[in-house]
């Protein structure tokens, strides 16, 4: 497979991936074994493999038992006039000798077939010149490299899914854990004013804001509980687990790493991705078919060997065995322009996979360059909503102080209140985008390191 260089291989993931999340490569591992897609995929790979042995043993010779026993009666006949050449011998030396020595006979009459016959043979047939063998295993060679280019492809595809699918999750339970601070804030914050209110501190429409506040939190929070379990299904459909198996909670996500450059993304991406691996199989098979198509207006040459036994009956003596060699010379001359048809459907073929392989080829650099500025703007994001948060937090701190001690009204407070939680929703939401959109950048750019199977070795 092609590979640009191995230190700028590792030096990009290096700086993609400064630290492995062993409950996720956990999950992954888990992906690669038992996706049933996956499984479809491999399938298919099993597929070309045993395609590739059935092309590479045409070279062999194929050895065949055949026996024929064959019963007869009636059909044609063969008249054998012995009587009408020797009679007229006879008839002269019976008169010379002047006696009877010489009787007359009958013409003969045989049947074409015998009622009884057997034959029984091994027979042995060799290729010795057959370019169409070579290049239809060479064919089914590349063919085989492409279809486990598109397992890889795909198993790469599936590491993004789960990557995805589990960081969606973890936001969820980011996002259920500040709810349930939030919940804790707003029914502390019920109890006061409900005090208040007894106290004649304040009016019943307080109580009622707040206790609309936590009404609103709920619906959140109904928002929040109905994401994580598709999450955790999705997830899970991945790993084709059942949907409610229990997902793993990571307390602490991994850093932001440094983002590469553009240049570098598109070289290690031109450098990784099995789908312009894919395109180059299919390229040299289609160049293996048109010289196939090519090599179908040259001789083949095959040698047959047999030896068996002959006869009315299974006898084994040395006069019923037989032996015949003989080498066949098989040459088309003429099939009424056929072959040259197949030789230009082939360069049509091969062009359109020649312009296909341009197409993936820039929608690869198409996929980089929009996976690079989506990651960039990311983390762009992730510094200003960081900023935000602090801000929010810090300025709720200061109302809720002044709320306490009266100094400003319920409606700045809850305003206070919900800017800092959307703000730290915001965060959370940010920081796991962020990493959603690193999956895809690493997927893109093929840095992410596959694990190795034996079944998928090329040879």
Same mark, same amino acid.
């Given at each position: 497979?092609?590979?640009?260089?191995?230190?700028?291989?590792?030096?990009?993931?290096?700086?993609?991936?400064?630290?492995?999340?062993?409950?996720?490569?956990?999950?992954?591992?888990?992906?690669?074994?038992?996706?049933?897609?996956?499984?479809?995929?491999?399938?298919?790979?099993?597929?070309?493999?045993?395609?590739?042995?059935?092309?590479?043993?045409?070279?062999?010779?194929?050895?065949?038992?055949?026996?024929?026993?064959?019963?007869?009666?009636?059909?044609?006949?063969?008249?054998?006039? $012995?009587?009408?050449?020797?009679?007229?011998?006879? %008839?002269? =030396? *019976?008169? !010379?000798? /002047?006696?009877?020595?010489?009787?007359? #006979?009958?013409?003969?009459?045989?049947?074409?077939?015998?009622?009884?016959?057997?034959?029984?043979?091994?027979?042995?047939?060799?290729?010795?010149?057959?370019?169409?063998?070579?290049?239809?295993?060479?064919?089914?060679?590349?063919?085989?490299?492409?279809?486990?280019?598109?397992?890889?492809?795909?198993?790469?595809?599936?590491?993004?899914?789960?990557?995805?699918?589990?960081?969606?999750?973890?936001?969820?339970?980011?996002?259920?854990?500040?709810?349930?601070?939030?919940?804790?804030?707003?029914?502390?914050?019920?109890?006061?004013?409900?005090?208040?209110?007894?106290?004649?501190?304040?009016?019943?429409?307080?109580?009622?804001?707040?206790?609309?506040?936590?009404?609103?939190?709920?619906?959140?929070?109904?928002? $929040?509980?109905?994401?994580?379990?598709?999450?955790? %299904?999705? =997830? *899970?459909? !991945?790993? /084709?687990?059942?949907?409610?198996?229990? #997902?793993?909670?990571?307390?602490?996500?991994?850093?932001?790493?440094?983002?590469?450059?553009?240049?570098?993304?598109?070289?290690?991406?031109?450098?990784?991705?099995?789908?312009?691996?894919?395109?180059?199989?299919?390229?040299?098979?289609?160049?293996?078919?048109?010289?196939?198509?090519?090599?179908?207006?040259?001789?083949?040459?095959?040698?047959?060997?047999?030896?068996?036994?002959?006869?009315?009956?299974?006898?084994?003596?040395?006069?019923?065995?037989?032996?015949?060699?003989?080498?066949?010379?098989?040459?088309?001359?003429?099939?009424?322009?056929?072959?040259?048809?197949?030789?230009?459907?082939?360069?049509?073929?091969?062009?359109?996979?020649?312009?296909?392989?341009?197409?993936?080829?820039?929608?690869?650099?198409?996929?980089?360059?929009?996976?690079?500025?989506?990651?960039?703007?990311?983390?762009?994001?992730?510094?200003?909503?960081?900023?935000?948060?602090?801000?929010?937090?810090?300025?709720?701190?200061?109302?809720?102080?002044?709320?306490?001690?009266?100094?400003?009204?319920?409606?700045?407070?809850?305003?206070?209140?919900?800017?800092?939680?959307?703000?730290?929703?915001?965060?959370?939401?940010?920081?796991?985008?962020?990493?959603?959109?690193?999956?895809?950048?690493?997927?893109?750019?093929?840095?992410?390191?596959?694990?190795?199977?034996?079944?998928?070795?090329?040879?």
């Amino acid at each position: 497979m092609r590979r640009i260089s191995v230190l700028l291989h590792f030096i990009g993931f290096s700086l993609l991936v400064s630290g492995q999340d062993p409950v996720l490569e956990e999950y992954i591992r888990i992906g690669l074994e038992n996706n049933l897609a996956l499984q479809q995929k491999k399938n298919n790979y099993a597929k070309s493999m045993e395609a590739l042995n059935q092309a590479r043993s045409y070279y062999f010779p194929a050895i065949s038992l055949n026996a024929r026993y064959t019963l007869a009666e009636g059909g044609r006949t063969i008249d054998f006039p $012995v009587g009408d050449m020797l009679n007229p011998v006879y %008839s002269t =030396l *019976n008169y !010379l000798t /002047n006696t009877n020595a010489f009787p007359q #006979i009958e013409n003969q009459t045989f049947n074409f077939y015998r009622p009884h016959e057997q034959e029984t043979k091994l027979e042995l047939f060799q290729p010795i010149i057959n370019p169409a063998i070579g290049y239809n295993y060479k064919i089914s060679k590349e063919l085989t490299k492409a279809s486990n280019a598109d397992l890889n492809a795909f198993r790469r595809q599936l590491v993004s899914d789960i990557k995805t699918a589990y960081f969606s999750y973890q936001k969820t339970i980011r996002l259920k854990d500040l709810v349930n601070e939030t919940r804790a804030l707003l029914e502390e914050n019920i109890r006061v004013n409900k005090s208040l209110y007894k106290n004649d501190k304040v009016t019943i429409d307080v109580v009622y804001r707040s206790e609309a506040e936590l009404s609103k939190l709920e619906q959140s929070e109904a928002i $929040v509980i109905k994401n994580k379990k598709m999450a955790a %299904s999705w =997830l *899970n459909f !991945l790993l /084709n687990r059942p949907f409610d198996t229990e #997902i793993k909670r990571v307390e602490s996500a991994s850093l932001m790493t440094e983002l590469i450059s553009l240049e570098n993304a598109e070289q290690l991406a031109f450098g990784n991705r099995e789908e312009l691996d894919l395109m180059d199989y299919y390229l040299k098979a289609g160049e293996y078919k048109l010289k196939l198509n090519v090599s179908n207006g040259y001789p083949d040459i095959f040698a047959a060997l047999n030896y068996g036994i002959q006869g009315t009956n299974y006898t084994f003596t040395k006069d019923d065995d037989f032996f015949l060699g003989s080498v066949v010379l098989r040459w088309n001359i003429f099939k009424g322009r056929e072959n040259r048809a197949k030789i230009n459907m082939a360069k049509i073929e091969l062009n359109n996979i020649k312009t296909k392989k341009n197409e993936v080829s820039d929608k690869i650099r198409l996929e980089v360059t929009e996976a690079y500025y989506n990651l960039e703007a990311a983390a762009k994001y992730v510094d200003a909503v960081k900023n935000e948060s602090k801000s929010a937090t810090k300025a709720f701190n200061v109302v809720s102080k002044k709320y306490a001690e009266g100094m400003v009204n319920l409606v700045e407070f809850i305003d206070s209140r919900t800017t800092m939680t959307t703000a730290q929703a915001n965060l959370i939401i940010a920081r796991f985008e962020y990493k959603i959109m690193e999956a895809e950048f690493e997927r893109v750019i093929g840095t992410y390191i596959l694990p190795p199977e034996q079944n998928y070795l090329l040879f």
